[in-house]
């Protein structure tokens, strides 16, 4: 059953995961990546402040608003090139996503008789409502919640050398 208090107070919970998985990460980590094909901790927190503006909030908010009116496009995987994500500065990207973050929490927290079912119609995916936007931005966070740990995870392996099989199966 959707529950978008729910929603939104995870979305609030995940910013402290999300801030405090990365928050005080020295240099050589947040660059870190296991080959030239996977995000570093830099990207991955470019493109978290990216989709949190111009992705999921500006979807949601336009769906609510107006349903008819047309999306801005948005190249997410381009941007990280397009946007020099690995050259920006990690903990000034890392405090603008955060307040984003709260920018959105707020907003979503003051919303006065959400239309839920409000549906842009997609020329490829067909009706998209602000629901399912709602709901994929939570998933989004878990989505890079896991990319997060599992950049860290493999950190820990290249910057030590050693197994980690005593701490369990990956």
Not at 50 to 79: A, H, K, M, Y
Request: negative net charge; aromatic residues 12%; contains cysteine.
């Amino acid at each position: 059953m959707f529950d978008a208090h729910k929603i939104i107070l995870d979305l609030e919970r995940n910013k402290d995961i999300i801030y405090n998985l990365l928050k005080g990460t020295p240099e050589r980590e947040y660059q870190f990546t296991e080959d030239e094909e996977k995000w570093s901790l830099l990207q991955v927190i470019c493109h978290l402040r990216d989709e949190e503006v111009e992705d999921f909030r500006e979807r949601v908010r336009s769906t609510l608003d107006d349903p008819s009116r047309p999306l801005n496009p948005i190249d997410p995987v381009g941007w990280v090139t397009s946007r020099t994500y690995s050259e920006q500065d990690y903990n000034q990207v890392l405090e603008d996503w955060k307040s984003e973050r709260e920018k959105s929490i707020t907003w979503l927290k003051n919303l006065e008789n959400p239309q839920w079912n409000n549906a842009y119609q997609h020329q490829k995916f067909g009706p998209m409502s602000a629901k399912l936007f709602l709901c994929n931005w939570l998933s989004h966070d878990y989505h890079h919640i896991r990319q997060i740990i599992t950049i860290k995870r493999a950190y820990v392996i290249e910057s030590t050398g050693e197994s980690l099989r005593y701490a369990g199966n990956w």
